[in-house]
């Protein structure tokens, strides 16, 4: 049997992405074979192709962090699962192609019924911004928090989380982001026109209890001049800082991702050495989940029965096939982009029974 897979060439561009046909990879020891329903597209992919994320394969490699499907063949020395059971699961890498093969322990069953772009949705987005709020911030009803990006796939996760938790929010975005940020409870502000950290001071009364901030760089510190004190900034994401020179180049951007960790480190020290009690804490869904896999397996079943229950509702901004991984990358590197954006497979993808 043949499948299809993405395959990163080398470090670059959308035009290093290439579609391959190729035999079907067959299960080893203690592994399964998944058929992907859905694939999620997300930055890290993008910082991936480009070298310049923590966590970036040498090519070739395929992307994709997360990936939901069925389980289609068991290898040797696997029990507890059987064929056609849903399951999800956080590859990191892989996740673009059809079939995929994982150690039994990375896959958590998926109930029954789901939208497989929706629970696909949970894995990197969801996770990251439900351990960020209850593992990380610890935010309690009524308190407040600035979201940044709230337009973005992890950013309306947040929103809605946040929502749940009984949270004010407040939320960055472009223009073309507003009306899904006030849709989620929120109130928007433009970062492109507004300074968001005056603008949160002034409609918070002092500042919130907690911001989300993916931007990185000097942005995080910024960002810490909207915290009241005691309240904390949770930094996820090095975007800023790692592009700040060179973004492409033929090795993976190891002085960027340095300078990058480096600039967090001494943002991290700031809080707790100046008076003001305002912190700044780092967040990774991929070292969480090696230090605490109980947490992410548990954390994933809480967000899929919320999905289950109805009282999450992740934006899905497009679904396309996996032959156009390319353009779906593009489309998340252009911005604007509301909610998540899912490669499908299959001639028929969406609710997996
Ligand atoms: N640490 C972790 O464990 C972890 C896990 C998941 C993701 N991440 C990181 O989280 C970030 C977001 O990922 P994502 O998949 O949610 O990306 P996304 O869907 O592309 O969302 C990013 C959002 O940020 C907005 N934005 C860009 N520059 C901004 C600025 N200066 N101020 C405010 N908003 C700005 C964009 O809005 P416009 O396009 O409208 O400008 C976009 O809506 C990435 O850096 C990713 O690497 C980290």
Same mark, same amino acid.
């Given at each position: 049997?043949?499948?299809?897979?993405?395959?990163?060439?080398?470090?670059?561009?959308?035009?290093?992405?290439?579609?391959?046909?190729?035999?079907?990879?067959?299960?080893?020891?203690?592994?399964?074979?998944?058929?992907?329903?859905?694939?999620?597209?997300?930055?890290?992919?993008?910082?991936?192709?480009?070298?310049?994320?923590?966590?970036?394969?040498?090519?070739?490699?395929?992307?994709g962090?997360?990936?939901?499907?069925?389980?289609?063949?068991?290898?040797?020395?696997?029990?507890?699962?059987?064929?056609?059971?849903?399951?999800?699961?956080?590859?990191?890498?892989?996740?673009?192609?059809?079939?995929?093969?994982?150690?039994?322990?990375?896959l958590?069953?998926?109930?029954?019924?789901?939208?497989?772009?929706?629970?696909?949705?949970?894995?990197?987005?969801?996770?990251?911004?439900?351990?960020?709020?209850?593992?990380?911030?610890?935010?309690?009803?009524?308190?407040?928090?600035?979201?940044?990006?709230?337009?973005?796939?992890?950013?309306?996760?947040?929103?809605?989380?946040?929502?749940?938790?009984?949270?004010?929010?407040?939320?960055?975005?472009?223009?073309?982001?507003?009306p899904?940020?006030?849709?989620?409870?929120?109130?928007?502000?433009?970062?492109?026109?507004?300074?968001?950290?005056?603008e949160?001071?002034?409609?918070?009364?002092?500042?919130?209890?907690?911001?989300?901030?993916?931007?990185?760089?000097?942005?995080?510190?910024?960002?810490?001049?909207?915290?009241?004190?005691?309240?904390?900034?949770? %930094?996820?994401?090095?975007?800023?800082?790692?592009?700040?020179?060179g973004?492409?180049?033929?090795?993976?951007?190891?002085?960027?991702?340095?300078?990058?960790?480096?600039?967090?480190?001494?943002?991290?020290?700031? %809080?707790?050495?100046?008076?003001?009690?305002?912190?700044?804490?780092?967040?990774?869904?991929?070292?969480?989940?090696?230090?605490?896999?109980?947490?992410?397996?548990?954390?994933?079943?809480?967000?899929?029965?919320?999905?289950?229950?109805?009282?999450?509702?992740?934006?899905?901004?497009?679904?396309?096939?996996?032959a156009?991984a390319?353009?779906?990358?593009?489309?998340?590197?252009?911005?604007?982009?509301?909610?998540?954006?899912?490669?499908?497979? %299959?001639?028929?993808?969406?609710?997996?029974?």
């Amino acid at each position: 049997m043949r499948h299809t897979r993405i395959v990163v060439t080398r470090y670059g561009g959308p035009e290093v992405l290439r579609v391959l046909e190729e035999a079907c990879p067959e299960p080893g020891l203690g592994q399964v074979r998944v058929k992907v329903h859905a694939a999620g597209v997300s930055l890290p992919d993008v910082l991936a192709r480009q070298g310049i994320h923590p966590e970036t394969p040498v090519p070739p490699f395929t992307p994709g962090w997360d990936l939901v499907g069925e389980v289609d063949r068991l290898g040797p020395g696997v029990s507890g699962f059987e064929r056609g059971q849903v399951v999800a699961a956080m590859p990191i890498s892989g996740a673009y192609a059809e079939f995929v093969c994982l150690p039994q322990g990375e896959l958590v069953p998926v109930p029954p019924g789901l939208d497989a772009a929706e629970a696909v949705s949970l894995v990197l987005n969801y996770i990251t911004a439900y351990q960020m709020l209850h593992r990380s911030a610890k935010v309690q009803p009524g308190q407040r928090a600035l979201v940044h990006g709230a337009a973005g796939g992890v950013g309306t996760a947040l929103l809605q989380l946040g929502r749940l938790a009984g949270l004010e929010l407040y939320g960055t975005c472009s223009e073309r982001g507003a009306p899904a940020v006030s849709g989620l409870g929120a109130t928007p502000i433009d970062y492109r026109r507004q300074d968001a950290v005056a603008e949160v001071l002034r409609l918070s009364g002092g500042g919130v209890d907690a911001v989300f901030d993916p931007i990185g760089g000097s942005h995080l510190w910024a960002s810490r001049g909207a915290l009241r004190p005691g309240g904390k900034v949770v %930094g996820y994401g090095l975007a800023t800082s790692l592009r700040g020179e060179g973004l492409t180049s033929s090795r993976p951007g190891r002085r960027q991702r340095f300078r990058g960790t480096a600039a967090f480190g001494l943002y991290i020290l700031g %809080g707790w050495l100046l008076p003001g009690r305002r912190r700044v804490v780092p967040y990774s869904i991929q070292t969480l989940k090696r230090l605490k896999p109980d947490w992410f397996r548990e954390d994933l079943a809480a967000l899929l029965n919320l999905l289950a229950q109805g009282r999450i509702r992740p934006l899905i901004a497009h679904r396309l096939p996996l032959a156009e991984a390319r353009r779906a990358q593009e489309l998340l590197e252009q911005g604007g982009v509301v909610g998540k954006i899912v490669l499908v497979c %299959g001639p028929s993808p969406g609710v997996v029974k």
